[in-house]
């Protein structure tokens, strides 16, 4: 299996299938009885995928992002957006924290939204609508090509975007191309795996089956997340006084069924399961159900998921 919230790091010579979009590639490939993929993903390959499984979830994506509030706000505190500043939201996916800055800055200030997947960007938009904030602009773009000037932007802000893209370092330069001289950026990322019970209920069990390429790379949630990761990948990327700080927050579920609906049913995740043979779902999904007894409180389900939050000056 592959799980295609993690990014594709380097390049990867992929397999010839995808392409059209008509299926995407499942997130872990269960090869079980083969320890190793014969080939790489290319990077095209893996772009394609993103966009075509976040296109496929963004309406559903809301009961996952919906939770993701209080880290959010964690983000946009450290960012310190100021009235008047150009602020960019790279993967804003449906809208935030871009229409939350937006009030930020106020009417002098602008803010611009950019998401590889074009339903993504539709729902921002309708949402921004909705709720009569006209200072934010959402446009479908990658981020490892903003179609952006050099040295507009005040600051960059992303949530959860870093550890998904095909490439963070052409993310990261890009970034750092955009912001004028001593311009901000505040990021936040999943921690490792064991400090993110949140994800790693259902995605550990994945892991479980899944194998990597043959470069021996597989892809996870938790890309860039390890202790100082990301502080080492901005400053080698060219920025400055980079320094990060980890906060868990709590995750909380009526019962398994309110977790599936909302991990397996609004990210890429479900997807890739669902191209899974029967029996490796049922194994999953077994061992996924285990985890979650083990977090069961009177209250419900509750887990922890540590999120890693950087800033860092152009
Ligand atoms: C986990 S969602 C985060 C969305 C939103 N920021 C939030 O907090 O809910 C990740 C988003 O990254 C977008 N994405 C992935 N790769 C991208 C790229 N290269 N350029 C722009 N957006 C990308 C996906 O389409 C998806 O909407």
Redesign the pocket.
């Known amino acids: 299996m592959e799980v295609a919230?993690g990014s594709a790091r380097g390049s990867r010579v992929g397999p010839p299938e995808f392409g059209s979009g008509a299926t995407a590639p499942p997130l872990y490939t269960v090869r079980s009885s083969r320890p190793i993929m014969p080939w790489k993903y290319t990077d095209e390959y893996y772009?394609k995928y993103?966009?075509s499984t976040?296109?496929s979830v963004?309406k559903a994506?809301s009961g996952?992002?919906e939770r993701?509030e209080p880290a959010?706000l964690e983000l946009v505190r450290r960012l310190r957006p100021e009235r008047g500043e150009r602020i960019l939201?790279?993967?804003?996916?449906?809208g935030?924290?871009a229409i939350s800055i937006a009030g930020s800055v106020g009417e002098t200030g602008e803010v611009l939204g950019?998401?590889?997947?074009k339903e993504?960007v539709s729902l921002a938009r309708s949402t921004a609508r909705a709720q009569g904030v006209d200072n934010v602009r959402f446009r479908v773009?990658?981020?490892?090509r903003l179609r952006i000037p050099a040295a507009t932007y005040d600051a960059a802000v992303?949530?959860?975007?870093f550890q998904?893209?095909?490439n963070p370092e052409k993310?990261a330069r890009e970034v750092l191309r955009i912001l004028k001289p001593g311009g901000r950026m505040s990021v936040c990322i999943w921690g490792t795996g064991a400090r993110v019970p949140y994800l790693h209920a259902i995605v550990g069990p994945m892991l479980a089956h899944a194998e990597p390429d043959e470069t021996g790379y597989l892809p996870t949630p938790y890309e860039l997340g390890g202790k100082g990761e990301m502080v080492r990948f901005l400053r080698e990327a060219g920025f400055r006084s980079a320094s990060e700080t980890r906060v868990a927050h709590q995750y909380r579920f009526r019962d398994p069924e309110e977790y599936l609906a909302v991990v397996l049913g609004g990210?890429p995740i479900g997807h890739s399961l669902s191209e899974e043979e029967p029996k490796i779902q049922e194994e999953v999904l077994a061992a996924t159900r285990a985890n979650l007894l083990r977090a069961s409180t009177a209250g419900g389900i509750r887990l922890s998921g540590e999120s890693v939050f950087v800033t860092a000056r152009k």
Do not use: H, K, Q
């Not at 992303?158 to 975007?161: D, F, H, I, L, N």
């Open positions: 919230v772009r993103t966009r976040w296109n963004a994506y996952f992002t993701l959010r939201d790279l993967a804003c996916g449906p935030e924290p950019v998401d590889l997947a993504m773009m990658d981020c490892e992303s949530a959860y975007g998904i893209f095909t993310a990210t």
